[in-house]
């Protein structure tokens, strides 16, 4: 048996000695890419169509025109059209968002439908946010930023207090200088129901850099959504996985109603 073995291995190691093997990477099918938002603001509701590349492609993802989109409150069975912009960017200003309603996202393109629901959570207001201290690669400021360099990291603190009657999830999207950054900042109420919150986001960031942190209120399958991103942004060993997306047939992305609270502050 041993010997049959040896055999084997030995078949195999002269082949792949003799012939490359050509592992085809590159010739993926392309899959839908989708980002919608509905919020209790107006002039946020948006969904945004593109679609994946292969593996070694550098260009960003094509958009996708010709949808038909739209967006229906199921809590009033009212249903409105989102039309399309620009190139695969479909918008409706005037589509506000209501706390505590359920929202389906509908959409069909190149012979497809996409479905994805999301419920808009109670908001919980943004009292304020404090810079704590800093960091720049070789060592750490003390408190309010001593010793900030360029392209510090820097610890903001988002301060609001988390009702207890229910669970609560969070992402906050930082804006630095008008420049929307791509850093993932989620937080649940998990062991922290009913307090003040005192967990800092990272943030990179200038002396005298204006920065703007929109606190959102997402229910948990949007949650879930944005944490396994964060864990393969934060990996570096492990084959990376698709987050789990809460849309239908196959598509990337995700469908969000979300609630809005935004503080500004000036890095000292």
Do not use: W
Request: proline content about 4%; overall charge neutral.
């Amino acid at each position: 048996m041993k010997k049959n073995i040896l055999i084997i291995i030995s078949v195999i190691l002269f082949i792949s000695c003799e012939k490359e093997i050509d592992i085809n990477l590159n010739k993926s099918n392309p899959r839908f890419v989708i980002e919608g938002n509905i919020s209790n603001m107006a002039g946020e509701c948006y969904v945004k169509i593109t679609k994946t590349i292969n593996f070694d492609e550098v260009i960003p993802n094509p958009s996708v025109s010709g949808a038909f989109v739209t967006i229906t409150n199921n809590t009033t069975n009212q249903t409105d059209t989102i039309n399309e912009t620009i190139s695969g960017l479909y918008i409706n200003n005037s589509l506000t968002g209501i706390e505590g309603h359920k929202y389906t996202m509908n959409i069909k393109v190149n012979g497809e439908t996409f479905i994805a629901s999301s419920i808009m959570p109670k908001m919980v207001n943004l009292d304020s946010i404090q810079q704590m201290e800093s960091s720049s690669g070789g060592g750490h400021g003390g408190p309010m930023g001593g010793g900030i360099s360029s392209n510090s990291i820097i610890r903001i603190t988002p301060k609001y207090t988390d009702p207890e009657n229910y669970a609560n999830y969070f992402q906050f999207v930082v804006t630095r200088n008008d420049t929307l950054q791509n850093d993932v900042f989620i937080q649940s109420d998990f062991g922290f129901n009913g307090l003040v919150s005192d967990r800092p986001l990272r943030v990179k960031a200038n002396k005298k850099d204006m920065v703007k942190v929109d606190m959102q209120c997402i229910d948990e399958a949007v949650y879930n959504y944005f944490f396994g991103l964060s864990e393969n942004i934060n990996q570096s060993s492990a084959t990376p996985a698709n987050p789990v997306s809460n849309i239908s047939n196959n598509a990337l992305g995700y469908f969000k109603a979300h609630t809005t609270s935004t503080k500004t502050i000036i890095i000292k």
